[in-house]
C-alpha cells in the first residue's frame, strides 16, 4: 500500500586526499524485505573505492532521491551522491520499506516503525558489504534519518560511523511541539495538538474526532503506532558514548531543525566533530535569504545544485576517517 504519512513538518572539518571521478557507475540494488524487495540506488566511483556510505531518508514519503509527493523536488540525496562519488565515496540510496521502489516490502507502508527502518539498515548494510567487500558501512542519516541511523549503529558492530544531517537532538515529540508553537497561524490548534503529543509519548493511541482537518493529517490513526514508537527515542542517549567517528553537519538556514539540536547532540557526544553551515537549508541548497518563502521555493527545485560546503565537510570527513575504520575485520 502507497505510505502516505505525514510525520514532521520536519566547527572543525577533516580533509582529505580525494581522488576525482567524473564518471560513477550507478546500479540498481535489491535487499530482502518482510514480504518483498527493498530497493534502491547504487553510485560508485570508478576508481578505487574508498568509504562507502549508505544514505538513509527522512521522514514521511521521502523517496530514494530525497523527494516527496508533499512537494519537495530538490533531489538532495541524488545530488549528494553525485557530489561525493566525484570525491571517491561509494553511496547507497534508497526507498524505504512501503514507499516507491520499495512498496512491495510491506502490506501498509503507514504501519512501518522506526524499530522497522533500523531493521532495513541493518539489512542493506549486509547486502552492501557483500557488493563492495567494505568491512563497514557508514551510515549518513538526514533529518528523520539521522534518528534511524543512531538507532542502527547503536547495536550494529559494522557501522564505520555517522554522518549525521539535519538531525534532530532531542525527542520527537519535543520537535513537533517546537515547530507547531513557532507558527502563529497555529495557534488556534495548540489546545488539540499539544495534549495529543503527550498522549502519544504516554503509548497512548489519540481520538481524532472533531479534529481539525491539518492536525488529522499529522495524528491520523493509521500513523499513530509510527508516531509512538518514533516519539519513545531520545537521540541524546543513542549517541552518548558512541565512540566511532562522528559528524554533525547543520545548516544555520534550517526551518525545521535547528543550530540547537545539532549542539545538543555535541553535548551528548563531545567526540563528534560539529560543522555548522551558513546558509544552508534542510534540503542542503544554498539561501541568503531570511526570507521564508524564498527558502521553501528550493524545495521543489531540484535545478538547484546543492550548497558546495556540504559535498566538502562530508566528503573530507569521511575520506579522513575512512583508512582506519574500513580495515577493521568482518565479523
Known sequence: ??????????????????????????????????????????????ADQGPVALIVPGSGPTDRDGNSPAGVLAAPYRLLAEGLAARGVTTVRIDKRGLAGSAGATLDGNAVTIADYVTDVRTWMTVIRKRTSASCIWLLGHSEGGLVAMAAAKTQQNVCGLVLISAAGQPMGEVLREQLKANPANAPLLDKALPAIDALEAGKRVDTTNMAPSLLRLFNPRVQGFLIDAFSYDPRQLIAGYGKPVL??????????HESDARLLKQADPEAVLALLPDVNHVLKTVASDDRSVNAATYANASLPLAPTVVDVISDFLNANAKPHQSEPNN
Open 248 to 257: 554533525i553537519v547543520q545548516g544555520l538556514r534550517d526551518l525545521q531543525v
Open 1 to 46: 500500500m502507497k505510505q502516505t504519512k505525514h510525520v514532521l513538518c520536519l566547527s572543525a572539518v577533516f580533509c582529505g586526499v580525494v581522488a576525482a571521478d567524473s564518471n560513477p557507475a550507478e546500479t540498481l540494488v535489491e535487499a530482502p524485505g518482510p514480504i518483498g524487495a527493498l530497493k534502491g540506488t547504487m553510485l560508485s566511483p570508478v
